[in-house]
C-alpha cells in the first residue's frame, strides 16, 4: 500500500499515519521528497479498509499495491487453471465446452426434448434451473428436486454433464447428488455465507459477475471460495449495468482477456443473460469465443414460445445447431475447438 | 401495454402478437395509422415478460403503461404512509426520524457510549449489526444474539427504538423480539424469499436500494413486501454504483422526491454507506433532508478509530451532535422537525 | 406518442393535455378503460420534448412510439446501406474493411513504415490524425495540413485510401482534398453544428459514438448528417464509460448487432479506443467481427514505445498481421472475407 | 507515480521500467521486497500516459501519485478562492449567489418579465442563451447577438450581472462586451481549443461538469482554464450519466463537498439541466445549498408552458420565489446567507 501525503502536511500528521500503519500490522518505509512524503506499507493482511488510511489527516491519496488476492491470481498457477469433469471434459482447456439447455425444468417431456437437441449439436452439459424464486407468489417456482432428478437421468441418457443453480446453503446437500457443476447466479456473487459453504464442496463451482461488480470483485468472490479449498472455480461474464437501456444489460466482452491476464481461472460468458433477447445471443456467443472464452452458457428451449420463464433469451434448437456451426468456424482462430 | 408494429408489418405479424396477447390474458385494442399499426392491451396480469413480446416478428417497441406496482403506487394511499412505532415516534410524518449508531455492535462499553451519545443529540432510534458475514473468515462477524440483546437494553435505557440488519430468514424468528424495525441491506433488496417471509412479519421492514438498483426495481421490491400482508414499509436511499470512482458509491439525492411522486411510502437516507467517507456524511445528511427525506440512517461509533467495522464512515459523537443542529435550521424549510 | 394519465386523473386535466397535444400538432385518440385514460397522439413532428407532457398535472407517463429518427431506420432501407469508395471498396458489403494506422500522423518515415506494413497485412483504408488537441500546450499538436499531405501520398504509394478525423468546421474545406472518410470523435458525436456542415459534403463520415451515448442518440447524430443530404454515413463503436475501471471504456460489443436491427448503416468497431491497451485490441477485434461489424479502425504504429500519443494502444506491425489472419479465420462464420 | 511490478517479474523486465521511467524524465527509487518489486518515480513531468508503463512486460500495476493538476488543488490556495464580480458580488464567499433566468432569450418582453420577477425573488445574476444549436435545423436556433444585447440591458435595468453559455471559439469577442461570466456547457467541457482561448480573457469562466466526466476530469479542465491565465473559475455540477433513467441524469451532490476538499475553487449546481424536470428542482437546489454549493444556476421562465426550449425544466416565477424563501432558512445551517 502507498500513501501520499498532502503537500505541507504536518509531521505529525505523517507520525500518526505511521502510528496507524504500524498498529494495523505493515512494514512502513518513508520517502520524503521536496514536495510531498510518501510512505510505502508492506505486509501480510489483506482483509483491510483503506478509508481508514484515506480519512486521517493530512492524507491525499492511498493505493492498494498488490491485489487484494493470492490464491486466484495467475502467479499462483501461471500454467491456467483446467477444471477436471466427469467423461474427460476440461473447462480452460483446448475445447470450449458449452453448457447448453432451458432457464427453467419444466417437464420431462420438455428437457428430453431440449437436451436432445442440444447434445445432437454439440453440447456437452445441460443447464437447467430447479429452483426459481419469482416475484409472484402465483408465478413458477421451478421444480425442486424432481427438476434435479430429471436433469442427472436426461444428462446421462443423451451423456451430458449437469449444471444448476444454487441459491441458498440449505440447497447444496440436496443438489449434491445431482449436479457435476454448482451456479452461483449474478444475485449471490457476493453471498459470502454461501461461498464459505461451496468453499468446503468437492464439485466446481461456476460463479457468475454480478450485474454491478468490477473485475476485481469477482475475482475476490472467487478468492473466498479457493480460501475455502474448493480451486476448481470458473469464471462467468453475464452483463452489468449501464447507462444503455436497448440490452437489459450491457455484456463486458473484454472481462474475458482481463480476466485471463488477472488470473489462472477459466473465463467463461452467458449471453443469453448478458443481452436477455435471442436474436442477440448468437452474435455475442461468436463474439465471446473470438474474444477466447473457456465455455460458453447458452439458454435453449424446445419451445420457447411456451416456456414458463425467460423464453424471450432461449434460442430455438435449430438456432442453437446454426450457431454451433458458427463457432466451429471460430474457436480455431484462437487455437481451440468446439466438441 | 402498447406494441407499436414495424412501419410495414405484415398483416400475419400483427394477428400473431394479437393472439399472442390474447393468449396471456390481455384485451387488445388495434389501431391501424397510415404508417403504422399500434396495439393496446389492457388486463389485470402485472407479472409478465415484455420481451416475450419484443422478439416477436414485427414488433418495433413495446412499453408497460401502468406501473407494474399497485400497492406501493401514490394511488393507492394519495396522502401518504405514516409508519407508526412505538414510544408515538411516527415515520413518514411532520418530524425527520434520526437513526443512529455504531455499524457493529461490538461490546456493552461501546454500545452504552455511542447510545448514549446519540440519544442526547436527539437520535429516536438506535442501529446497529448483530450479524456481519465478512470476506475473511477471521474478522469479527458480529455478536449474533448477544448483540440484538445488547441493542435492546441499551434502547430502553435510553428511550430508543431498535433497528438492525436481518440477513436471512433464519435470523427473523431471532431477531422479533429485539427490534421494532427490520433492516434489508441492498445486496438483500432483490432477496425473495426472504422479502416473502418479511411480508408476514408484523414489524416495520426498511428496504435499502441496490447499488444498481432502478428507483422502480425497489419499488418492485416494496410491492413484494405489501403483497406479502405488511404495509409498514420504509424505503431508503443508500448510493448506486457510477463511473465516479472518488467515492464509494453516488448517493442519488433525487431518488427522495421521485419516490414521494410515484409512492405514498416514506423515504429515507443512508448518508453513511451512500458516501463511505466521515467527511462526506453530514453534507450528505443536510442535503437529504433538505430534499425532503422522512428519516436518516447515520452511522455513529464514540471511537471510529477503533471500530471493528466501517469505521471509516462512522462520525464521532461531536460530529453528529453539529450536524443535528444543522438539520434543526434546515428541517423547517420543508415543514418539518427534528426531534 | 402514449400518454398514460394517473388513475383518478380529472377529467379537466386530461383535457388540458389533449388540448396541449393538439396545439404541438398532434392528432389524438382517446382511450378511456376502467382504471385510467390512455392517449394516443399521431403526427408528423419529431423534434419536440416528452418532458413538456410529463410535467402536465395527471400524466403518469408519456411514451414516443415511433422512433424520432426515419432516415437511418431499417426500413428506409431493408436492404443495408453499402458505402461505395475509390477503387471498388464497399463499406457495408461482405468484405470487412480494416482500416489501420497511427493515431497521428508524425514523420513521413513513420508513416511509410507502418502504412507498408499495414497494406501488406491486408488493410485497405490508412488511418491517422493531423490535428491532435492536447491538455498541455507543450504537447505534440499535430501536423495539421503537412501530415493529411503525408496521408494522401503515403496512401496512393500503398494503394490505401485515407481516413482522418475532422474536428471543427473550419477543417473541413482543408481536409477536403486529402481525404477519402471524414471521421468524426466521440466528443463530437452532438456537435451539432459540426455534423450540419458533414451533412452538405459528398464524402463518407464515420461517426463515433460518444462515451456516454445511448445507441438512439447515436442514430439521432447519423439522422443529422442524413438530414443535411449526406447519405454515406458509417457508424462507430467505440467504448463507453461504465462503472469498470480496468479498462479505460466497457467496449459495447452488443451495439454491433443492435445497430444492425435498427438501421441500414455500416457499424463498425474501434477496438483501440474501444479498450485502451494494447494487449486487448486483438481479442476485441476479433469479437466485433464475430458479431458482424462491417469494417475495423484499428491503431497500428511502427514503433508503439516511440510514439508521440496513444503509444499504449498501438499494435506492433507483427501483432497486427497476426490478427489480420486470425480474422480471416473468423469472417466466413459470419459470412464475410477480410481482404 | 508508482509502478507495482508482478511476483516473479524478470530482472530485464525491471530494467526495461526503469530504463523507460528515465527516458521519461523521472527520477527513480527502487524498492524490492520479498515478494515483488515495487518502483517510485518522482518528476515535474504531468502530462503522460500512464498507460504507456502499464503495458511493459512484467508491470502488474501503476498509481499516479499526484493528482495531475497544480494550479486547481486546494494547496494553492487553502482559503479558497473568492470570484469577485461587478457591483460587489462575490462567489465563493459567505453568500450563496442565485443565477436565474429562461433558458434561451426568446423575446423584450419574455426577458423582462422573467428577470423582473426573478431580480425581485433575490437573485443577482441573470442567465439566457443566445445560442441553441438543435437538432432540427426547423427549431429556434436562438437570438445570437440580439439576445445578448437584451440580456445586457435587462440586467442594467434589474441590478443583475450576465451569464450566458459560448460554444465557439469565434463567440468569445462577440460576447466580451455583454457578459459578466462566461458559461462553458457539459458537451464543452473537454473542447481544449474553447478553453485555451477562455484562458486569455480576463472574465470569469463558470464551466459545467460533462454528464460523463469525473470530477478529476472537471478539475483537469479547470486547470487548462488557469494554466491560461484565467484565475476566476466556478465550477459547476449538473448531472451525471447513470442507469437510472426516471430523470435525464443523476446529479451527484456529493460531488460539491468533493470538489471543495480537493480544490479552492467555488463549486456551484444546476438543478435544472440536473434532473431535467421542473418538479425535481426544488428539491435539489435546497439539497445543494444544503451541501454547500456556493451558487446555484437555475432556469426560470415567465411563461414556461410556451418556452421555445427546456419549457420542462423551468420554474414558474412563484415556484422561484418559494424556493428562494426556502434557502433563506436553509444557508444558516452552513454558515451562509443568501441575498
Known amino acids: 500500500m502507498i500513501i501520499a501525503m498532502n503537500e505541507g502536511a504536518a509531521e505529525e500528521q505523517v507520525q500518526q499515519v505511521i502510528d ?14 521536496a514536495r ?10 489483506v482483509d483491510f479498509d483503506v478509508r481508514e488510511l484515506e480519512v486521517l489527516n493530512g492524507v491525499q491519496e492511498v493505493h492498494r499495491i498488490s491485489a487484494p488476492y493470492k490464491l486466484v491470481g495467475r502467479s499462483f498457477r501461471p500454467e491456467g487453471t483446467r477444471v477436471k469433469l466427469r ?32 447434445a445432437q449439436a454439440g453440447a456437452k ?14 408465478s413458477f417456482q421451478g421444480m425442486g428436486e424432481a427438476g434435479l432428478k430429471l436433469l442427472r437421468e436426461c444428462g446421462e441418457q443423451f451423456n451430458l454433464l449437469v449444471i444448476s443453480e444454487v441459491m441458498e446453503i440449505s440447497q447444496i446437500a440436496l443438489m449434491l447428488p445431482y449436479v457435476d457443476i ?7 456473487m457476493q453471498n459470502f455465507n454461501l461461498l464459505r459453504e461451496l468453499g468446503k464442496v468437492r464439485k466446481p463451482v461456476l460463479l457468475k459477475r454480478g450485474i454491478a461488480a468490477t473485475i476485481e470483485e469477482l475475482l475476490l468472490s472467487a478468492e473466498y471460495l479457493m480460501a475455502g479449498g474448493n480451486y476448481d472455480v470458473i469464471l462467468c461474464e453475464r452483463g452489468i449495468r449501464t447507462f444503455e437501456t436497448y440490452t437489459r444489460n450491457t455484456m463486458d466482452i473484454s472481462a474475458i482477456p482481463i480476466v485471463h491476464k488477472l488470473s489462472h481461472l477459466p473465463m467463461t ?8 433477447r435471442r436474436d442477440k445471443v448468437a452474435p455475442m456467443a461468436r463474439a465471446s469465443v473470438a474474444a477466447g472464452a473457456d465455455a460458453l452458457l447458452v439458454e435453449v428451449h424446445c419451445n420457447p414460445d411456451k416456456a414458463l420463464s425467460d423464453g424471450a433469451q432461449s434460442l430455438y434448437p435449430e438456432q442453437f445447431a446454426k ?6 468456424i471460430i474457436a480455431p482462430a484462437v487455437g481451440r475447438r468446439i466438441a
Open 182 to 188: 454448482f451456479q452461483v447466479g449474478a444475485r449471490n
Open 20 to 33: 496507524h500503519l504500524v498498529r494495523m500490522g505493515f512494514e512502513v518505509h518513508r520517502s520524503t521528497g
Open 125 to 138: 452439459v445441460l443447464r437447467g434451473g430447479a429452483f426459481k424464486p419469482r416475484s409472484s407468489p402465483y
Open 269 to 276: 460468458a452467458d449471453p443469453s443473460h448478458g443481452t436477455g
Open 323 to 328: 450457431l454451433m456451426d458458427e463457432l466451429r
Open 87 to 118: 467423461n474427460g471434459l476440461e473447462i480452460g482447456g483446448d475445447q470450449v465446452a458449452v453448457m447448453a439447455g432451458p432457464c427453467s425444468v419444466e417437464s420431462r417431456e420438455q428437457l428430453w426434448r431440449t437436451g436432445e437437441a442440444v
Open 36 to 45: 510531498q512524503t510518501v510512505l510505502g506499507a508492506v505486509g501480510a493482511r
